[in-house]
């Protein structure tokens, strides 16, 4: 659906939503990594014969995760996201998560980091817990999830 920056007063805020969790995730995920990476497109990995920049290699991760909430399980998905970036200096930029109860299974899709190509973003020292709560949203007849998400840079 779609995700909207709100003002701090330090970092950053963001109003993302959902038709579905899975949507809402890959939302605030997409939030995030724009805070990360100047740019973050990279070869779509299920479309082989595009040979446009032939340096970059597709990298695919899988991120398995349960808690104790569904609003826990956003932040703790949020936090491992920021981890594999940082841990394996990998620019991300789609994910595919399936959600069942409070346990994720996610297809994590991104590149090596390469400065000329993917700097100029802020860095995420970590995701707050302060306020995160996903709702459930209705309105002109339509359900969806929603939850602010402050990253803290």
Not at 32 to 45: K, W
Not at 75 to 98: H, T, Y
Not at 115 to 135: F, N, V
């Amino acid at each position: 659906m779609s995700f909207e920056e709100l003002d701090h007063t330090a970092d950053f805020l963001f109003r993302c939503r959902g038709s579905s969790p899975e949507e809402l995730f890959s939302e605030a995920a997409r939030a995030m990594f724009s805070i990360m990476f100047e740019n973050n497109d990279i070869t779509d990995p299920n479309d082989l014969n595009n040979q446009s920049d032939p340096d970059s290699t597709c990298v695919t991760k899988t991120i398995e995760l349960e808690s104790d909430s569904l609003s826990n399980l956003l932040i703790d998905f949020l936090s491992e996201l920021l981890f594999v970036a940082e841990v394996d200096c990998l620019v991300l930029s789609r994910v595919n998560p399936r959600i069942t109860g409070n346990s994720l299974k996610a297809q994590v899709f991104g590149e090596p980091f390469v400065l000329e190509k993917h700097g100029g973003g802020t860095e995420i020292k970590g995701i707050s817990r302060s306020g995160a709560e996903i709702t459930e949203v209705y309105e002109k007849n339509k359900r969806y999830y929603q939850a602010e998400i402050i990253f803290d840079v």
